[in-house]
């Protein structure tokens, strides 16, 4: 006849399992939140293609910059102008998306694109020179606490940023260090957070967070 466990025995076993889970659900975690990651800069990387390929066929410009207060916090979206030239895919039907590809870290929007130069604001106005990015001095060599407004793609040492709002993101935190382009505000796998960053230089090099993301 077989013999039933007892409470004491149920009550071990329990605790062994509570303390197993203990250990490996940290990891999972940590495993899930790093393959994100490699999938948020593998889009990042095709966007950028994207808008290389959109550069080439339109003199070496860049899609201009929107920023829409109608649409709430759908500031900063891909550039419609790479959905309609088929640079990218079309977003669903009946959404402010202006690109069917979603910021993986902030779900109903996509990622963001910053550049210099042209604005578009709230839809109909154009701003030359209005879109802007703050780069820090030396960047990305040696950065310093110290930078420059840029609004010119002739001047400007970066021509276009690409991000995602990446885990535990901080607005408050993000915009008080002037992201981003600063090295500082990009995403650390160590602290898990920072936007998670693609940018292309003046000289035609492309840097971001994905340099880092193992470390």
């Known amino acids: 006849m077989r013999r039933a466990f007892t409470l004491i025995e149920l009550l071990v076993v329990m605790a062994i399992v509570a303390v197993v889970l203990g250990i490996l659900l940290p990891a999972v975690g940590s495993a899930r939140l790093q393959a994100k990651v490699l999938t948020v800069n593998a889009e990042l990387r095709d966007i950028g293609l994207a808008l290389e390929a959109y550069s080439l066929d339109h003199e070496d410009r860049y899609p201009p910059v929107r920023v829409d207060c109608m649409l709430g916090g759908h500031f900063y979206q891909l550039p419609c102008e790479l959905t309609d030239a088929g640079y990218l895919p079309k977003p669903p039907p009946g959404t402010f998306l202006s690109a069917g590809i979603e910021d993986r870290f902030n779900p109903g929007y996509t990622y963001k694109y910053r550049s210099v130069d042209t604005l578009i604001y709230n839809r109909t106005t154009v701003v ?13 060599d040696n950065e310093q606490t110290e930078g420059q407004t840029y609004s010119s793609l002739r001047d400007s040492p970066v021509s276009w940023v690409l991000y995602s709002q990446g885990p535990n993101y901080d607005d408050r935190r993000m915009r008080e260090m002037q992201y981003p382009v600063p090295r500082s505000t990009w995403y650390n796998s160590q602290s898990k957070q920072g936007v998670i960053v693609r940018m292309r230089l003046r000289n035609g090099n492309q840097i971001g967070s994905f340099d880092s993301s193992k470390g």
Do not use: E
Not at 130 to 139: K, Q, R, S, T
């Open 128 to 140: 030359p020179d209005g879109a802007c990015l703050w780069v820090p001095n030396g960047f990305a």
